[in-house]
């Protein structure tokens, strides 16, 4: 009973209680049977009033507490621990398997028996249709990419890597610092973003991302700087392919693109991998002739410069959009401008390069090319921008906010909005026809 004294409970338990036909045969001889007989009776009815008497009191704090211990020599904590998050949700490594249960369907009506997708990042009520296809964002090793490179530097011509620490070799910067090969410039991975409104038989193009200095994919190109969203919210038929540059160092180095043919070799391998990626392997030929944009932040100046005067496909680069990138190889850049009058030039800049982008305008301006500096109205064949951003922009979160919010969708948007750049970049390229 809930309530009761531990020790009575006990005593109560160690009692017995005697039936009248025991006692008889218990009890000795010369005993008087009355007098036992009354006995017995009083031995059933005391142990009763002794249990009333308990259950009439309150309970007090030291018999629960004896109560709980009794039962358990646990807190509620240990007995019911709390649910853990792994519990509840998946870790990203898993996978739920979705499970659709099929109403009943009369005999004569065709049962759909193939499983149905789920966009597996994207927790909505509607399934996408048989024709749709998910929005893609993955990476994908490419040999071709940036890293690792074991060649020569070509403002030096030296070896790349120029230090070693046994078999560990590394690269002492400019600056004095070392990175090693194994830690810095060893990611052969490209991120790789396909919208899902892409559609490879509509004319379509491929920007290409060269990050800049401290950076990696996933934390900087994708999350913070959110350049595959900015594609996909342009609306523009495009994919991105943006390769891993030396990781989360201060290094511009340009690796396999300083090569003469690395770019291409790059968009060739990348043809394939974007056709397995949408599911069609017949459109590689069609990515192999797409029409390139490359955007350069910052450091990434360096691989676009070099691919802009080595890489190998000069026909196919129809844009080229610098976002406070003007450090340096001003050559390169004019060079390209004044070569390519169907493609579009536009440089966004702060305080910090605003010396050099100016000193490329008046390169340019020698050589009879007309400069804009401002961002208004679509882009056209042969457009040459320069724009200026209002003091208080930094540099850091300048892919997302320039002379606008999310410039890189904005330029796709000024791009696309101009017929004769939509009808160039839909044509395959003298290069590769």
Known sequence: MVGA????QIHHRADRVISPATQRHAQPRHAHPRRWRWVAVASLFVPLSFVLVQCGKAPSADMLAANAHATSGDSFEDRFPQPQFADRFPTPSESLVQQVALAPTPPQRKVRTEPVRVASLNPTLTL?????????????????????????NPRTDAPFLNISNGERKGRRSYGGRVYWQDQTY????VLVHVPETF?????GVIVVFFHGNGATLERDVRDRQLVPQQISDSGVNAVLLAPQLAVNAADSSAGKFWQPGGFKRFMDESASHLARL??????????????????????????????????????????????DAVYGELDKFASWIEKNRTGFFVSSYTRYTKRRDQELMS????????????????????????VQTRDGITHRSYVTQAWTEHPVKDVLVKMAASPQLTRIASAPSPANR
């Open 5 to 8: 004294d531990p020790k009575f």
């Open 128 to 152: 996408p249709r048989q024709t749709e296809r998910e929005e893609l964002t993955t990476l994908v090793s490419m040999k071709s990419s940036a890293f690792p490179y074991f060649g020569n």
């Open 186 to 189: 060893n990611d052969s991975r």
């Open 199 to 203: 559609d490879v038989r509509k004319p």
């Open 278 to 323: 949408t599911g069609d392997p017949k459109s590689a030929q069609a990515f192999a002739n797409m029409p390139i944009i490359i955007i350069g932040y910052s450091g990434g100046f360096v691989p676009t410069a070099w691919s802009l005067e080595v890489g190998g496909v000069p026909g196919r680069v129809r844009g080229v959009f610098l976002l």
């Open 363 to 386: 390169m340019l301006r020698e050589k009879g090319i007309t400069v804009t500096e401002n961002m208004d109205g679509p882009l056209r064949p042969g457009s040459v921008v320069f």
